[in-house]
């Protein structure tokens, strides 16, 4: 495994124009609509015990469940601040226009190679796919063109689903059934429960109000033995640890409000996943930034063994370092494959 350099995701100037812009909408969108935020239980275990911790930059109060230990946004804003937060907010549409110059290439990355493991072992002739949030499709058009091209006997059906109609509107491939509706409304008409052999969503549950919800509405929707693959931050990763939701961010931390509200991680995706009625197939973490992330970042961390990490120059120890955290869990970006039950 290669080390990989951050700039390779953003410039660093770039990364930090889009930290600063993020903090001063997410403070807007608080002092809007605080008054409507809602109390909620633990989104993991559904608790009510829980300890405060420290607020997110003087705004959004952050609490640990006492139960499981997880961190999430309590009280946590409504539809309507979140509507707004995605919708208005510059620092969204600085996201959108970076998101949009990498996008001119497909890459065969970690998320097909999983994909395309877990159907060599299917065996199975069709395949029904759907991405919850999947934009203008680019990602699934990658990946239908991909699974063509290495499993031709397989009849593909590809689906995909997002809140953003004008993204629907401008799909990259006509042969994608796309639809617009958001991850917070999703439902299962009757034709659709138990369709899906695959359901897919990356960088998503970490940003809704209810996440035990949208996962037992992902689980209706998957047939008997079917998958449900995501990403999330890993809240007890590498590079979150070293550098908290209130320190300088090159990327949004686990707690990130109003965007993250839920703090995953790989001590709580096992809770998660057996109060859902879900079998782990595997948790991973198959990040590449950590190492790299903490060192760009070191005049602002303030734990000794991080500073460490980040004054070491030899570049072979640092990619030997990185692949150490993938080796235990310890990396900042988690991939997730759980499984229904036959």
């Given at each position: ?8 995701n953003r ?29 909620r ?31 999430y ?5 409504n ?18 226009e ?18 395309s ?10 395949l ?14 990658g ?17 995909g ?5 004008d ?34 969503h ?7 109000l ?11 929707l ?8 995501f ?24 707690i990130?409000p ?38 760009k ?46």
């Open positions: 495994m290669k080390k990989s350099p951050f700039e390779e410039s660093l100037e770039t990364a930090i124009a889009i930290y600063e812009q993020r903090i001063k909408d997410a403070q807007a969108i608080y002092q809007k609509h605080k008054e409507n935020f809602l109390e239980n633990c989104p993991i275990c559904s608790s009510t015990l829980k300890i405060n911790q420290e607020d997110f930059h003087q705004t959004y109060k952050i609490v640990k469940c006492r139960a499981c230990g997880s961190v946004v309590n009280p946590v804003p539809s309507e601040a979140i509507e707004d937060y995605y919708k208005n907010c510059q620092c969204n549409r600085m996201l959108a970076l998101t949009r110059s990498r996008s001119k290439k497909f890459n065969v990355d970690d998320r097909v190679r999983t994909i493991t877990i159907i060599e072992k299917s065996e199975k002739q069709e029904k796919i759907l991405e919850v949030g999947c934009s203008s499709g680019l990602f699934l058009q990946l239908q063109d991909y699974l063509s091209n290495h499993f031709p006997q397989i009849k593909l059906s590809v689906c689903i997002d809140l953003d109609q993204a629907i509107s401008k799909s990259v491939d006509n042969r994608l059934n796309l639809r617009c509706c958001s991850a917070v409304n999703l439902k299962t008409t009757e034709s659709e429960i138990g369709t899906y052999d695959l359901v897919l990356y960088e998503l549950i970490e940003h809704l209810d996440p035990f919800q949208f996962m037992m509405t992902v689980k209706e998957l047939k008997p033995g079917g998958y449900s693959v990403t999330t931050p890993n809240a007890l990763g590498a590079e979150n640890l070293a550098s908290g939701y209130n320190s300088r961010r090159l990327i949004a931390h686990a990130f109003p965007m993250h509200l839920n703090a995953f991680s790989v001590q709580n995706i096992p809770l998660f996943s057996y109060r859902l009625g879900l079998e782990i197939v595997e948790i991973s973490t198959p990040g590449k930034l950590d190492i790299d992330m903490i060192g970042n070191r005049d602002f961390l303030t734990n000794e063994s991080f500073i460490a990490i980040a004054d070491i120059e030899d570049e072979i120890v640092k990619t030997y370092l990185q692949q150490y955290t993938v080796n235990c869990l310890a990396s900042s970006h988690m991939q997730c494959i759980l499984r229904k039950p036959l």
